[in-house]
């Protein structure tokens, strides 16, 4: 008797842990199988290593004196260029292990190109900076008319004189960066000028900016009539871009309100510049049409979501490696969570207007707002 009731303790130990051994099995199937599905997703975007850039498109225009000779550009005075160089040689960019920095990169690609051949003007540059302390995401605008210090290096100089061009170190619109360095040369300078590190970013044109709003069934937007009537113009030239049947009516607004704009609408009223604010206004539409991608994007069904990543992953190219992306995505949760705050730099108050349609900021107290904030603790 006594002989059963210990065959039947262990029958029942053997049984628990089978089920154990089952259950921790199906686990693991469960997280490898999803693990291989974002594996495939991040598959499809373009990881771009540094050299991959291979600029062959110039499209600044060369400038020449009577004799045929190339001139070599400057917008800024000697004096001005040799106060940047001085700030921009002044150490390495300030970083924070609770804050992760990603520069994102809005291109217009609109003759759609081979993009590593010619990334473009980059006419939307919003660093993202994520911070765990304070459990926000900063969207800081870098206005494209920013003057930048730019220091090139002998590489890019005889590239640039190999197409017809010179470059000179000196200060400049930050927004041709991009176009005569990839986003490698323009990470460079966004470091150099603002002194916040940042190693990543994430590059997409601003057709890509259609579909994915498309995806996600359109954003909800209040805009102005004139606002509208502007940005009809930039979603007439894009739809005739992207060969859209009847493009001068297909997708235009008939005036202002509460509007949910689709894919096309919503980033002709992000380009739009002809408004009062200009480009001030301008990188405010943009971070507002992120923001309300991200908020749709927290409600997104798993079909939706499919089709987004199928949508846009292909279109993204970034310098950041497959662990890095899953590292973020196994944080995305915890992100969304986050509240979002926006900036613009030039701060109000800190720049002023210089030769070249520029602004040029005061870089030392820019510099030291902008890491109070994005580097804040609480």
């Keep these: 008797m006594a002989t059963n009731k210990k ?3 262990t029958n029942k130990r053997n049984v628990a842990v089978i089920v ?7 686990i693991l199937i469960v997280v490898l199988c999803a693990y291989l599905i974002l594996k495939s997703y991040i598959g499809k975007i373009n990881h771009v290593d540094g050299d991959d850039w291979n600029i062959t ?3 600044d225009e060369i400038q020449t004196d009577e004799d045929g000779n190339i001139v070599v550009e400057t917008t800024m005075s000697e004096e001005i260029n040799s106060s940047g160089a001085e700030n921009f040689g002044n150490g390495e960019g300030v970083e924070k292990d609770y804050v992760k920095n990603i520069l994102l990169i809005g291109v217009d690609n609109r003759h759609f190109e081979n993009i590593l051949s010619n990334p473009g003007n980059s006419d939307s540059i919003i660093l993202v900076s994520i911070n765990s302390k304070t459990q926000k995401i900063y969207l800081t605008s870098i ?6 210090y730019i220091q090139y290096s002998d590489a890019l100089k005889q590239k ?9 170190d000196g200060y400049d619109k930050i927004n041709t960066a991009n176009a005569r360095g990839g986003p490698e040369f323009l990470l460079d300078i966004v470091e150099g000028n603002f002194k916040v590190k940042v190693d990543d970013y994430v590059l997409v044109d ?3 900016l259609i579909d994915i709003i498309d995806v996600l069934g359109g954003i909800p937007m209040t805009i102005t009539d004139a606002e509208a009537e502007a940005a009809n113009n930039y979603i007439r030239d894009m739809d005739f871009d ?14 202002g309100g509460s509007l949910i704009l689709n894919g096309v609408q919503a980033g002709g009223y992000a380009r739009e510049r002809q408004t009062s604010g200009s480009d001030f206004n301008r990188t ?12 749709k994007a927290k409600k997104m069904s798993v079909s939706q979501l499919n089709d987004l990543v199928n949508t846009l992953f292909p279109k993204v190219y970034t310098n950041m490696t497959e662990g890095a992306i899953l590292g973020m995505v196994a944080d995305a949760v915890t992100y969304l969570g986050y509240d979002v705050e926006q900036l613009r730099v030039p701060f109000d108050g800190m720049y002023e207007p210089v030769s070249g349609g520029n602004l040029l900021p005061d870089y030392e107290a820019t510099s030291e707002k902008l890491q109070s904030i994005i580097f804040a603790t609480e």
């Design 7 to 9: 065959k039947r303790k």
């Design 20 to 26: 154990m051994c089952a259950v921790l099995a199906f």
């Design 57 to 59: 498109v110039n499209t």
């Design 143 to 148: 206005m494209r008319d920013t003057a930048a």
């Design 160 to 168: 640039a004189e190999a197409m017809g061009k010179v470059y000179s």
């Design 206 to 208: 601003f057709y890509s």
């Design 242 to 255: 992207r060969h859209v049947e009847d493009w001068e009516t297909a997708n235009v607004l008939s005036g």
């Design 284 to 295: 405010s539409r943009q971070r507002a049409v992120i923001e309300q991608i991200i908020i």
